[in-house]
């Protein structure tokens, strides 16, 4: 399955646009804490009927060792991090420009790839990267009525330091669902991708919620209460865009699947224009071309 990482991937973007706008609008009907937690609570038990579903057909479900738990939890920690510091941002800045920040994570990806799995990156693949960071900074320092804003001020907004940590979380999170795969000692690439994502999830719904229970009860009622629906589709489309991104990062390296992964930022554009009635600026347009060229790049250079 040389290339399946590459529709797997671009699937799993379009439903993380949906289930980030969703949590979006979520977050002013029972918070932050809320809108986040109910990624996990909802996505656990489908992820879980899913491995079930798989080992009913036959699969043989790989024992996992004490190192597949220590790269779930090293990819599950940062991922709820990351998500929280972009539900954050998405309060600071429009849909786009939040998503935007936490792009960097792509740059980051290949950095830390290259550090702790030593997996490298080809010339062609650096200056795709390169250009897609360009895109990124175009779409980041527009104005929304036009001009730009100085890239020095603009990295130090809140929105800014909130998107890039989501980016940088993001990116450890890729590195530690990767490394928990390819730790099971059998299966092919979509009962390990099962495997780690049932695992992440649960993970993910016991500290978050214990967190909840001790500190935010209120956000707990909510996502569990009244909001359930809204907060149920959350849950769902974030499983199943995760379980494409966890078998997309088994097939093919992070820093290429975070590459190809900015095409999120065109759909994020889309969404702001339909749905949140935000109309880009030229600067933002030419942002999202390159990003765009970047990926062509990346593609033809593997």
């Excluded at 360009?134 to 809140?158: H, N």
């Excluded at 000692?185 to 016991?206: E, F, H, W």
């Amino acid at each position: 399955m040389p290339s399946l990482w590459i529709p797997i991937t671009l699937a799993a973007s379009v439903l993380q646009t949906f289930r980030t706008a969703q949590q979006k609008r979520l977050t002013g009907v029972i918070g932050q804490n809320g809108a986040h937690f109910s990624r996990y609570f909802y996505g656990a038990p489908l992820a879980a009927l899913l491995l079930a579903g798989l080992a009913g057909q036959g699969e043989q479900v790989p024992t996992p060792g004490i190192d597949f738990i220590f790269y779930c939890l090293l990819g599950g920690i940062p991922q709820i991090v990351a998500t929280g510091c972009l539900i954050h941002a998405y309060t600071l800045r429009n849909f786009a420009v939040a998503t935007t920040f936490s792009k960097t994570e792509t740059i980051q990806a290949a950095v830390l790839s290259l550090l702790i799995l030593g997996e490298g990156v080809s010339l062609g693949g650096w200056a795709a990267i390169a250009i897609g960071f360009g895109g990124l900074v175009l779409l980041t320092t527009a104005r929304r009525s036009g001009g730009t804003i100085p890239l020095a001020r603009a990295r130090r907004e809140p929105a800014t330091i909130y998107g890039l940590a989501s980016g940088f979380f993001f990116a450890f999170s890729g590195i530690g669902i990767r490394s928990a795969a390819l730790s099971l000692p059998a299966g092919d690439s979509l009962i390990r991708a099962v495997t780690t994502l049932a695992a992440i999830t649960a993970m993910q719904t016991v500290l978050m919620g214990t967190w909840l229970l001790i500190a935010d009860r209120k956000a707990l009622r909510g996502a569990l209460g009244f909001a359930w629906k809204p907060a149920a589709s959350v849950g769902i489309m974030s499983v199943v865009g995760s379980f494409g991104w966890f078998l997309a990062m088994t097939l093919e390296p992070v820093a290429h699947v975070r590459a190809l992964a900015q095409v999120e930022i065109v759909f994020s554009i889309a969404m702001s224009i339909l749905v949140f009635r935000e109309r880009p600026v030229m600067r933002e347009y030419a942002g999202a071309a390159l990003i765009v060229a970047s990926v062509l790049l990346l593609l033809l250079a593997r």
